[in-house]
Structures are given as C-alpha cells and as structure tokens.
C-alpha cells in the first residue's frame, strides 16, 4: 500500500442529528492539508495518512457513536469509480445496506459505553427425533 | 494486532476493529495496492497472471476463477492475520455477493490456521446490534 495516501469513507448514522454538510464544515475548520468531499452518506476524506488519522480522530468527537469510517481503495475523484467521469460503484450496494444498519451498531456502543452486558440470543436447537415422531403420530 | 474480517470489504467489522485499536485486513487496502503499486500490467485494475498463480495454492485448477480470483486476495490476508471475526446469517446482499463457495473456503482456510476466531451473527435488531459489539469488544480487548 501507498505509504503516504489514504481516503477515507466517512458515514453517519441514519439516527444521528450530524448532516454531511456538518462533517464537511467540521474538517475545513480544523484547517489540515486534506481534501475533503461532501457525499451523500457523509464525506470522501484524503490526504496523508497520519493526517487523516488525526482528523478522524477529531472528527468523532462530534458523535463519537454515529460516525463510522473505513478504507477506500480508490482515490476521491477516480475516473474508474468517480460518477463525474461515468465510472462504476460496484461496492455501492454494500454501502447503502450497510448504512442501513448503523443506527443498531450505534445503540450497542452506546450500550457498550453504559457498562452493559450482550443478551444470549436464543438459539433455535435441531428437533429431537423423538419428539418429531411425536408431532407427526408416527409411534 | 492484524485481524481479518469477513466480509473483508465491511465497514462495520472495520470500524470497530480499528477503534478497539487493533488493525483491520481488509479488502480495500489491497485493492489499493494493487492499483496503486504495481506498474500498469493490466490496466484499469492491474490484474496480471501473478494473481492467477497466486489463486492456485488455495484452490485447484478446476474450481471456477471467481473462486481463485477471489482467493489470490484474501489468501495472502488470511496467512497474516493473528485473528479473526467472521460475521454470519448476513443477508444476501451483504459482503462479497456471488460465491458461497469462496466464503467456505476462507472459513476453512481460518480454521486450519489455528487463530482465534469470534463468530458474531449479523444483526437484525438493536439488542442483536448491542450483542455484535459487546462480544467483538470483549474478544478484541481480550487479543492485547
């Protein structure tokens, strides 16, 4: 990997009050060497990786809990990926469904934050065959 | 410590990886990589034969090249990694879409590695969602 650049997907929480614009705003008044792109599920951020780094460090101060980033392979602007330039999104898809299930991961750091313990899920078990010759009336 | 998550292109799995402070293998830094580093063999996504052998030690010449392909990616990762999470039931537009039989084989490729493994289950509510992060919390802060 590029040892200096690295872009960023940064996402909010469908349940969060923070806009896109908010995000955006936040990092040009940091006033690092970074670009930044507005999107629709947050920002597109770029730039030298430590920097980037301590911005999205800073950056989840706003809402520590909804604000979600990872790894973009591609730089901001790409013509294979950019829309601009007709380029495909084939990783879009996991995005808007992954963004659909942000506000649940919130809730349980918000949880993990308050001390809380995970609830055992209930499994559902195989049905004995005993008891599945009872249903049927097979004795 | 370097843990592999699966599907390795999740932002979920990543983002919480990292703010336990540990670093995430992902399939982003290695596409990143690939068309960044490499001189340009096979423009636009500098997919060259290389690839194509490094497929082979995972899985054999019969089985389909989405399989190889796939594994000529996350191979390399699995061997690196200390740890891993692996998420399951995930619907079926989630992760890697289009071979159950590649995510069979990572999960086999896990298992012979010997490292440790947290299985969590997708979550489709927010007591499921508080259950993922406790027990990935838990797991990660046990890893340090």
């Keep these: ?139 | 410590m370097k843990v592999f998550i699966d599907p390795p292109n999740s932002l979920i799995l990543f983002d919480l990886v990292e703010r336990s402070g540990h670093e995430p293998l992902s399939t982003m830094a290695l596409i990143q990589e690939k068309i960044e580093n490499t001189e340009i063999d096979m423009p636009p996504m500098n997919v060259s034969p290389d690839d194509v052998m490094k497929g082979l030690k995972y899985a054999g010449i019969e089985v389909p090249s989405g399989v190889r392909g796939r594994l000529a990616l996350w191979g390399p990762m699995i061997e690196e990694a200390e740890a891993a999470i692996i998420m399951e039931d995930c619907p079926y537009g989630f992760g890697c879409v289009g071979c159950h039989r590649t995510t069979l084989m990572v999960r086999y490729l896990i298992k012979k590695k010997g490292i440790p493994v947290l299985n969590v289950n997708y979550p489709n509510d927010e007591e499921e969602g508080k259950e993922l992060v406790i027990k990935m919390k838990e797991f990660l802060e046990g890893l340090k």
């Design chain 1, 1 to 139: 990997m590029s040892a200096e650049r690295e872009t960023r997907i940064i996402m909010i929480s469908p349940s969060s009050d923070i806009t896109p614009d908010q995000i955006v705003r936040a990092i040009h008044a940091m006033g690092k060497s970074v670009t930044v792109k507005e999107a629709c599920y947050g920002a597109v951020l770029e730039g030298k990786r430590e920097i980037v780094r301590d911005v999205v460090t800073e950056l989840r101060k706003l809402d520590k809990n909804a604000i979600f980033t990872k790894v973009r392979a591609y730089c901001a602007g790409d013509p294979r990926r950019c829309r601009a330039h007709h380029g495909t999104r084939p990783g879009f898809a996991q995005l808007e469904m992954e963004w659909g299930d942000l506000w649940k991961i919130q809730h349980g750091l918000e949880c993990a934050d308050r001390g809380e313990k995970a609830n055992e899920r209930k499994t559902v078990k195989k049905l004995p065959i005993d008891e599945f010759k009872k249903i049927c009336e097979v004795k």
